[in-house]
């Protein structure tokens, strides 16, 4: 049972936000009762843990939120909800098994698509669907159910995600003295969101970077396999904000080396290399992984060669807490958790 | 592997509406590829089972498509949402483990809810919470995590569930000659909701039935000790909907006798008895429990006893397909699925 450690972890039900939102949720969230003796991990990691090794998490995307239906197709927003929510299994080093997709759908739901109906342009639930179902089936997993219901506001899809690890890794067990590795490159998918703010088309790679993540289940489990990893997340809250989550979780304090952070090439082409920095710290939804290991354990070689996926030491853990960023000139300077929501100013 | 009797039975994901729509998307969960080996049951019957017992199903909560944040008090939204959601695990006859709670919610996320900000009243997070887990405690679950986003329009909650059970009840066993039960007394949430409608307030009870209705599930688990139920589906979708969804998963005729109907003391007074009638076929979220048995197996006085609640005789199985009404003047009518949408006109 964990549940002694859920004071001192951050929740999950806390994506949305910096500071005191945060905090507030975490207190409700800590006032639940006792855990059933089938539940081996409560809430507060990326997912929950039932006897047997079953995983479970869920995943909110909120049009406006986190997406605008004129920046991607139905498809594409299924397909992104979907790979979100299975991120959260690869974070647990899961391998997933299903997923039951909860839609709320604005105006009308009609047969035919290209009926004119009120002003909404509709949703075309078909296209949606086939994302989801695309996102699932490219983990092997499977649609299991779900619901749907009319909107009278924004289109609103839940994914609740199911896998299964004998081994799930959690957030808190990063060490004083391990290496913090992370996969991929950061900072596309925030590149192509700046680029749709501002009213112009983002590159081909960035994105594709946001509308087609991929969650990295093989990755992870392959990692665990190896025994490599204390500690585990997805980077969909930033570098900053998910290295925070291990931070707080693990009772350590992270210092990231600014000059070690992977970035994406067209984050850096976008943004110029100082504001793709920012994206990779701050920008969120990457869906990469992000991990503490021993140091000296992890063979970023192998791993390339074996997922054509960089691995990249971006920083170490000491004693203490929270998440400080090494730029290289002058002592540490400890950074603020990220906000993800990309209708807001960041909330650093 | 009740893979192959899928494409004959109804999925849940097609709760919102009659008719056209409920086609489309039972043809797009359809599509869906092979499940895994650990998957019992797919989509298509109140939940999903997979290997080792473990239930799971989602169901989401719309501010003016299922309540009215004027009808209710935070704390009772997430009461209702959480008690709906588990009322399916009662319809597998599973017995419940936890639940993932995501919200979407209006206006600005704040520490203080007496601080006045922009135009929206806002939500109190902590009681709607406080009443998820109330609801979730009542039938022994944890919350086991969730999602929370900023919505740019209504409130919303998606609650999925996870229950076990070694003998989940399907949708699709009744046979020719079963006897038709229901639980409880119907119409009184369809009643409240028609007084608010009307500018006025429901009485204590009819209130009461909407906003905190209970998950028969100490109810479901007993009837299926005693073996007794073949079919078993809770009443989301009113009775007329949900005999309609065993009769279309077992591929047989139910008659359900209009005398016979339990009709809750609440819509009677409110209604009369014609539109009271109308409110227990097609006006939904009763949560009673609807099951078909072997004739002269159920005994309702035992039951009654048990539980202070009726058990009711309202129908019977035959060969043929459909639900039909028997008023007791001539020949019985065959009676169309209902919408549970209470901000449209039924959709019958």
């Not at 972890?9 to 500071?19: I, K």
């Not at 995600?161 to 957030?171: A, E, F, H, N, S």
């Not at 990779?280 to 021993?294: M, P, S």
């Amino acid at each position: 049972m964990r549940r002694g450690d859920m004071s001192d972890r951050p929740s999950r039900m806390v994506r949305l936000g910096p500071g005191a939102e945060f905090d507030r949720i975490r207190r409700a969230v800590a006032k639940a009762g006792e855990l059933p003796a089938t539940v081996r991990v409560g809430p507060g990691d990326d997912a929950a843990v039932l006897e047997g090794g079953w995983v479970l998490s869920t995943d909110l995307s909120v049009e406006d939120v986190h997406f605008r239906r004129s920046w991607l197709s139905a498809r594409e927003i299924g397909y992104r909800a979907a790979s979100a929510a299975l991120s959260d299994l690869a974070a647990m080093a899961a391998s997933p098994v299903g997923l039951l997709v909860s839609v709320a759908v604005p105006g009308a739901i009609r047969e035919d698509m290209n009926e004119d109906m009120n002003d909404d342009p509709g949703v075309d639930l078909d296209a949606l669907y086939d994302g989801v179902r695309e996102a699932a089936e490219a983990v092997n997993a499977a649609v299991l159910g779900g619901d749907l219901s009319r909107s009278p506001g924004p289109l609103m899809l839940d994914v609740a995600v199911v896998g299964c690890t004998l081994w799930p890794v959690l957030r808190n067990g990063a060490e004083p003295g391990d290496e913090l590795w992370v996969t991929g490159r950061l900072g596309a998918s925030a590149a192509a969101v700046r680029a749709w703010q501002q009213g112009e088309q983002p590159s081909p790679e960035a994105r594709d970077a946001f509308a087609r993540p991929v969650p990295r289940i093989r990755e992870a489990c392959c990692l665990v396999e190896k025994e490599l990893v204390g500690a585990l997340i997805d980077v969909s809250d930033g570098l900053a904000g998910d290295a925070g989550h291990i931070a707080a979780a693990s009772g350590v304090k992270i210092v990231l080396e600014a000059s070690r952070v992977p970035i994406a090439a067209a984050a850096l082409d976008a943004l110029g290399s100082e504001a793709a920095l920012d994206s990779a710290l701050y920008g969120g939804e990457d869906y990469e992984l992000l991990f503490a290991a021993d140091p000296g354990t992890v063979d970023p070689a192998s791993f390339e060669q074996r997922f054509g996926l960089d691995l990249t030491r971006v920083g170490r853990v000491f004693e203490g807490e929270g998440v400080w960023l090494d730029t290289g000139d002058g002592e540490p300077r400890p950074v603020a958790p990220a906000s993800f929501d990309h209708f807001r100013e960041p909330g650093r």
